[in-house]
């Protein structure tokens, strides 16, 4: 009996291994593919220009370009999704009927099912012509709507997971609250969302990452030209989309245009590893405040 529970025991951890390993995987193919690159392009130009032509027969390498338009329609799409999707999970929690919390709450997460190129087209074909009409100069490829729609598609990570902190703070606390003379909404916002930040706060992160590392939106709806502007009228590229555009482009394996995508994808890697250590080093602060 003890053989096979040890046998059980290193399947389990082969099978958990396996992340680790897929993990040290992309970071080595990561750094080889940039040291490479690097070694024709100058880092202090790629961290520094604010040009990204490395297709054109003017090459610059500036990664900055790509940053600022992935940095841009993430903003836009927070901004969308964190008070939305706060709400519904406060209202969900503090407001709802118990039924119609069960019938609400898997409608949401419906929309983090859709694939996402529907949603690209949606943002081109519906949200850009109606943005149209109150912002005549607006560009058919532009970051504000593909923020606005990846917003959209974001919510469920911040509302239901939100929702599932707020849920799992003792009840003892929110009662406390009430028979103090505390209203829903002071017990809410001064008692539930504060005990519950530690999990809001991941929800947030998740959903950062997710607008961070979203395609196929910012493909369709914000264009494909790097420019360095914050400016969400006019279309932008992100290094997702700038990966795709030359993974699937006419860039021949092993030239310098080629390797531009693995240069861009630790810039990215390194992107999301020092937010999200920031984040976990946040949400360990809180959860030592509110214990």
Not at 37 to 42: D, K, R, Y
Not at 74 to 82: D, E, H, K, T
Not at 130 to 146: C, G, K, M, R, V
Request: proline share 4%.
């Amino acid at each position: 009996m003890k053989y096979k529970e040890k046998i059980i025991e290193i399947f389990l951890k082969l099978c958990a291994s396996i992340t680790i390993f897929t993990t040290i995987g992309i970071i080595a193919v990561l750094l080889f593919e940039s040291i490479s690159f690097f070694e024709n392009v100058s880092v202090f130009e790629f961290f520094t220009d604010t040009q990204w032509t490395p297709l054109f027969s003017e090459k610059h390498f500036g990664i900055l370009a790509l940053v600022s338009g992935t940095f841009l329609t993430a903003a836009i799409a927070i901004a969308v999704a964190l008070p939305i999707g706060l709400t519904i999970a406060i209202y969900l929690n503090m407001y709802a009927p118990k039924n119609f919390r069960k019938t609400l709450k898997p409608f949401l997460e419906i929309l983090a099912a859709i694939p996402t190129v529907v949603y690209g087209f949606f943002a081109l074909t519906i949200v850009t012509p109606f943005l149209q009409t109150i912002y005549p100069d607006l560009e058919t490829f532009n970051s504000l709507s593909a923020g606005i729609v990846m917003g959209i598609m974001i919510i469920p990570f911040i509302s239901s997971l939100s929702e599932d902190a707020l849920y799992a703070v003792p009840k003892s606390l929110k009662l406390a609250a009430f028979g103090m003379g505390s209203t829903r909404f002071q017990t809410a916002f001064k008692v539930m969302v504060p005990a519950a930040s530690s999990g809001i706060i991941v929800s947030i992160i998740l959903a950062i990452s997710r607008a961070i590392g979203e395609t196929m939106i910012v493909a369709i709806a914000a264009g494909q030209q790097a420019q360095f502007t914050l400016d969400p009228t006019v279309p932008v590229q992100t290094i997702t989309s700038y990966i795709v555009q030359v993974s699937m482009g006419d860039a021949p394996q092993g030239s310098i245009e080629y390797k531009t995508i693995f240069a861009a994808g630790l810039t990215l890697f390194l992107f999301t590893f020092t937010l999200n250590s920031i984040s976990f080093w946040i949400k360990k602060k809180y959860q030592e405040k509110y214990e």
